[in-house]
């Protein structure tokens, strides 16, 4: 049954008020359970387009999002041990970390998912950050359509910053990464590292310090997970001696057990692993 908790109202009531903001799915049954109306809220914000919303239902939305956050814990990069000096591996939810800056990695349309309760973590990003995403995604394509023509689809290894609403994170930097759907090639390769270096750039032009990059193109986009792993260390650790004291903190963000050995092998001696 549901409870009467503030946090469980929050749910209740931004349910019913993204149902009837979609039209389409206003009559559609709503589960008893709290687990079963978290899955219909994701859903309906999954597939809603970027348009505006009332204000009332946003502030309702922000106040949840930043309580689920809490629920679900906050890291912050001091909770997480270095590796090497200003560069860590964190397993988990992305959407946990308290940084200046994490990255998306972004489709050429650059507005998330839009399939509901994908297990991307495009579609994740989207949900923790709230709706407010979806719309400056779609604000920032808008004036560069009106620049570049309204055909213009977001370029591999193009980063476009934005705000991480109700993300621990300060700013979302979004990036489309190479499709690979062949053989590997070294055209790839120097995509995938472009993203890297690009993200970057982008982050000591504004100042943002603490960076946590995503498995870019390890997913939907069949980059393989090894390769870009070793790929993701050559490029920041070559990034960073160039900078010296340009970011405090790099974290490289992996969900799976497999990933996460990939990346300690790439960071670290033989030595160092066995002990």
């Known amino acids: 049954m549901f409870g009467t908790s503030p946090q469980e109202r929050r749910l209740k009531e931004l349910v019913e008020a993204f149902k009837a903001d979609s ?46 956050a809490r629920e679900r814990g906050i890291v912050t990069p001091g909770e997480i041990p270095e590796i090497r000096p200003g ?29 509901p309760m ?8 989207h949900t923790y950050a709230g709706v407010q995403l979806r719309m400056a995604c779609a604000s920032e394509m808008r004036r560069l359509r009106e620049r570049f023509g309204p055909d213009y689809e977001q370029p591999t290894a193009v980063p476009m ?30 995509d995938l590292a472009a993203c890297y270096f690009n993200t970057l750039e982008l982050c000591r032009e504004h100042g943002l310090r603490t960076l946590a990059f995503c498995g870019i193109s ?31 903190r790099v974290i490289f963000n992996v969900f ?9 092998e790439s960071l670290c001696s033989k030595a160092e692993r066995l002990s």
């Open 87 to 115: 560069i860590s591996i964190w397993q988990g939810d992305i959407t946990r970390l308290a940084v200046d800056a994490i990255v998306n990695a972004a489709n050429s349309q650059m507005l998330g998912c839009f399939i």
């Open 218 to 248: 390890t997913g939907v986009f069949h980059f393989p997970p090894e390769r870009a792993a070793q790929i993701a260390v050559q490029t920041v650790q070559s990034w960073l001696r160039e900078h010296p004291g340009a970011m405090d």
């Open 23 to 68: 039209g389409e799915y206003r009559n559609i049954e709503t589960p008893r359970d709290t687990e079963g109306r978290r899955r219909i809220l994701r859903s309906l914000m999954n597939i809603r387009p970027p348009r505006s919303m009332d204000a009332e239902t946003l502030r309702l939305q922000d106040e949840y999002l930043k309580e689920r």
């Open 161 to 190: 910053l934005t705000d991480a609403f109700n993300l621990p994170a300060k700013k979302v930097v979004h990036i489309v990464g190479p499709i690979v759907d062949g053989p590997l090639t070294p055209a790839h390769e120097r």
């Open 118 to 125: 994908h297990s991307c973590i495009d579609n994740c990003i």
């Open 256 to 264: 799976k057990s497999e990933a996460k050995r990939f990346y300690e």
